[in-house]
């Protein structure tokens, strides 16, 4: 449940980062036509996707 909850913030997602080539955030993943339909509209709340983007998953996994 808790991460269907993250999942409705894309900019906490790992998989969005900014293209300095287009300047601007976008999502890396190949999505399909419906997919790319509900990003474009912000409708991300149950995005199959999402991967809290944690800095320090590694470190701690030492």
Do not use: G
Not at 17 to 39: A, G, I, K, R, T
Request: charged letters at 30%; hydrophobic letters at 30%.
């Amino acid at each position: 449940m808790a991460e269907k909850i993250a999942a409705s913030n894309c900019e906490q997602c790992e998989h969005y980062v900014y293209d300095e080539w287009l300047e601007y955030y976008v999502c890396e993943v190949e999505l399909d036509q419906d997919e790319m339909e509900n990003f474009l509209n912000y409708n991300t709340h149950h995005c199959p996707y999402f991967r809290f983007a944690d800095d320090y998953y590694l470190a701690r996994r030492q």
